[in-house]
T-cell receptor, first 114, second 111 residues
């Protein structure tokens, strides 16, 4: 069955550094992959979508890569700030498998220390 | 503000009871998704509706059911509630590419 793994439960970095979060998946080839930010007690907020034919996508200080051969996406936050502290979720489009439309990883909790 | 509304914000009830959670999608979005998020588990996809029709089903228990009405709002019905059903329940609506906009959630506590 499909498995989505985000590299670690928690990641602590110093302000100003680049945070790199990993999302690995198995047994499936999604047409696209998404990244979301979730703050405690609130709903996830969409950040970026990257399609299978795109290698990289950027939005302000955010960068996402998608390697369909490695079945991996990397999510980078450059010049990180304490306000970037949150849980980041990757999500895969599963619409062609088992009628299960979207599947989310467990998330990585990022803490940026001043 | 995502444009997705959910009511109620909090719900406290007893085991064995039945509750209804309500969601209104963003204007123009036809898809509504329901998710459950508990402390020890991530975001679990429950069910999706598209323009009134069930489109995809995830890990939804038989005690749970949902529907989407002609005005596109959706309701999630949870019955015979158990302690383990305590969780945050999110509704989301989506664009054509499944970019999802989440509501603020309903926190359900079963005592």
């Amino acid at each position: 069955s499909q498995k989505i793994e985000q590299n670690s439960e928690a990641l602590n970095i110093q302000e100003g550094k680049t945070a790199t979060l990993t999302c690995n998946y198995t047994n499936y080839s999604p047409a696209y992959l998404q990244w979301y930010r979730q703050d405690p007690g609130r709903g996830p907020v969409f950040l970026l979508l990257i399609r299978e034919n795109e290698k990289e996508k950027r939005k302000e200080r955010l960068k996402v890569t998608f390697d369909t051969t490695l079945k991996q996406s990397l999510f980078h936050i450059t010049a990180s700030q304490p306000a970037d502290s949150a849980t980041y979720l990757c999500a895969l489009d599963m619409s062609s498998e088992n009628n299960n439309d979207m599947r989310f990883g467990a998330g990585t909790r990022l803490t940026v220390k001043p | 503000d995502s444009g997705v509304t959910q009511t109620p914000k909090h719900l406290i009830t007893a085991t064995g009871q039945r509750v209804t959670l309500r969601c209104s999608p963003r204007s123009g979005d036809l898809s509504v998704y329901w998710y459950q998020q508990s402390l020890d588990q991530g975001l679990q996809f429950l069910i999706q509706y598209y323009n009134g029709e069930e489109r995809a089903k995830g890990n939804i228990l038989e005690r749970f059911s949902a529907q989407q009405f002609p005005d596109l709002h959706s309701e999630l019905n949870l019955s015979s509630l158990e302690l383990g059903d305590s969780a945050l329940y999110f509704c989301a609506s989506s664009t054509l590419y499944n970019e999802q906009f989440f509501g603020p959630g309903t926190r359900l506590t079963v005592l």
